[in-house]
């Protein structure tokens, strides 16, 4: 478990980072006796890796926000996380055949080399290029994706909605990299907060305050701030 200190220090290194940069960062702070790279995984172990973080760092009961496309109502919808931290990894080594051809599965790195893309036919012929060689008819195409979805179902987190505003039923994919990080952030500003109560009370450094127990610390904000 990172201590108060490196949480604040692993936000302010990644804070302007791309998520995709985020997610490999934070999962490489969270298990520093990885030797592989972690930008190479596919995504379904690197969110599975980001769902266990979101356990030990922050609890196992997220909630997130999203909006009803048709209505803009605000949804919240709560995230298994534990049942994302307990599923099982994808094979590595893992492949999907098509047109007598292999395709392997896509990794962050895979990812961040489409960010530029802003056509989504060519970004996933990109792809394709990338993790497997040759070009593929449209029917193919749609077979390589369905087949890698299978193959790390993990990569793509998808929650479904019914708004009950307007009963609009919609899906929507959860971006782990940026759910993480969001809470990270959030995190981060509470500390400060209260770093910047008691430095003020008490004229306390930084150090001083973090290095304190969350318990003890919380007992001097509670006479700060009654
Ligand atoms: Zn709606």
């Known amino acids: 478990m990172p201590t108060q200190t490196e949480l604040l ?18 999962v490489e702070a969270g298990f520093p006796e990885t030797t592989e790279r972690v930008a190479d995984w596919p995504l379904g172990r690197r969110n599975r890796a980001l769902a266990q973080l979101r356990c030990r760092w922050f609890g196992d009961a997220p909630r997130g926000w999203t909006e009803c496309p048709q209505c803009a109502e605000k949804l919240e919808f709560g995230l298994d996380v534990r049942a994302l931290a307990e599923s099982a990894d994808p094979n590595p080594e ?25 056509d989504v036919s060519s970004a996933v012929r990109l792809l394709l290029r990338r993790i497997g060689d040759g070009d593929l008819s449209e029917q193919e195409m749609e077979s390589v994706g369905e087949q890698l979805a299978a193959a790390d179902p993990l990569a793509e987190i998808r ?12 899906e929507e994919s959860v971006d782990l990299p940026t759910f993480l990080w969001a809470e990270l952030e959030a995190y981060v500003k509470r ?12 004229g306390w450094s930084e150090a001083e305050i973090l290095s304190m127990s969350s318990a003890r610390r919380q007992l001097y904000l509670d006479m700060v701030t009654a």
Request: glycine share 8%.
């Open 9 to 26: 220090a692993l936000w302010e290194t990644g804070r302007t980072m791309h998520p995709l940069d985020q997610g490999v960062l934070a």
């Open 191 to 202: 500390l400060v907060a209260d770093v910047h109560w008691l430095a003020s009370a008490y």
């Open 159 to 170: 929650l479904s909605f019914d708004c009950p505003n307007c009963g609009a039923q919609f």
């Open 94 to 118: 893992g492949a999907v055949e098509a047109g007598g051809r292999t395709f392997r599965l896509p990794t962050s790195r895979d990812l961040a080399a489409l960010v530029h893309e802003t």
